[in-house]
T-cell receptor
Framework: KQEVTQIPAALSVPEGENLVLNCSFT??????LQWFRQDPGKGLTSLLL?????REQTSGRLNASLDKSSGRSTLYIAASQPGDSATYLC?????????????FGSGTQLTVLP | EAQVTQNPRYLITVTGKKLTVTCSQN?????MSWYRQDPGLGLRQIYY???????DKGDVPEGYKVSRKEKRNFPLILESPSPNQTSLYFC???????????FGDGTRLSIL
């Protein structure tokens, strides 16, 4: 059974810092990996999706990498802003036949201090 | 506007009283899914549906039912709710399940 771990559970940084969030997983037989953002009282917003054949994806100040062999993904946030404060979740999709199962990590709660 | 709509957003009810949480999407997505989110356990998949009349169990299906009679709707049914089903529930959809999923804003259920 896939297990997904996110470290650290919480992170506080001053505005302007570059930071890295980590996601590790136990089963490398994944279809893709997604990073989501969750704001308090809200649903999840998809940030980046990396296919299993890809190594990284970029969107603006965000860069996500995937290393299936080591079971790790990182989300890099450049020049952090207070508006980046949220919980960040990684999720792995297992897709086999008609199965589509998404397994989430517990998230990293990020606070960017002005 | 593309969206996934859940109702109700909040519900407090009692053990054993049947309830339904509705989910509707306006993006013509084939894939829809339900998750519950609990402190320390994260988000866990309850059920998902690949298309009309096609549903399958996720990781924690016990105590829940779903139906998919129309493409846009995917209600979550708790036939006899119990306190351990107190949680924050999310519905999500995507075209085939392999694309980024769009999430609703969540339904907070409290079962007393």
């Amino acid at each position: 059974k896939q297990e997904v771990t996110q470290i650290p559970a919480a992170l506080s940084v001053p505005e302007g810092e570059n930071l890295v969030l980590n996601c590790s997983f136990t089963d490398s037989a994944i279809y893709n990996l997604q990073w989501f953002r969750q704001d308090p009282g809200k649903g999840l917003t998809s940030l980046l999706l990396i296919q299993s054949s890809q190594r990284e994806q970029t969107s603006g100040r965000l860069n996500a990498s995937l290393d299936k062999s080591s079971g790790r993904s990182t989300l890099y946030i450049a020049a952090s802003q207070p508006g980046d404060s949220a919980t960040y979740l990684c999720a792995l999709l297992i897709s086999s036949g008609s199965a589509r199962q998404l397994t989430f990590g517990s998230g990293t709660q990020l606070t960017v201090l002005p | 506007e593309a969206q996934v709509t859940q109702n109700p957003r909040y519900l407090i009810t009692v053990t054993g009283k049947k309830l339904t949480v509705t989910c509707s999407q306006n993006m013509n997505h084939e894939y829809m899914s339900w998750y519950r989110q609990d402190p320390g356990l994260g988000l866990r998949q309850i059920y998902y549906s690949m298309n009309v009349e096609v549903t399958d169990k996720g990781d924690v299906p016990e105590g829940y039912k779903v139906s998919r009679k129309e493409k846009r709707n995917f209600p979550l049914i708790l036939e006899s709710p119990s306190p351990n089903q107190t949680s924050l529930y999310f519905c999500a959809s995507s075209f085939t399940g392999r694309q980024p999923q769009h999430f609703g804003d969540g339904t907070r259920l409290s079962i007393l």
